[in-house]
């Protein structure tokens, strides 16, 4: 797998666990400590597509 292959799943990764955390934060039922547990992913995965983008 390529770098930018690789950067680009991560960018969709992202993405999809952004989107996710939106509609679990508008949910009456939402569970703070998994909604925590995605932002730390998000941001895993962030950093890495940063590192790997420069």
């Known amino acids: 797998m390529s770098v930018s292959s690789h950067v680009s799943a991560l960018q969709k990764k992202h993405a999809t666990l952004s989107q996710t955390i939106e509609s679990e934060q508008r949910s009456l039922a939402s569970d703070?400590?998994?909604?925590a547990e995605m932002k730390?992913?998000?941001?895993?995965?962030?950093?890495?597509?940063?590192?790997?983008?420069s």
């Open 40 to 53: 730390r992913e998000k941001l895993r995965l962030k950093e890495e597509i940063s590192r790997l983008s």
């Open 32 to 35: 703070d400590l998994q909604i």
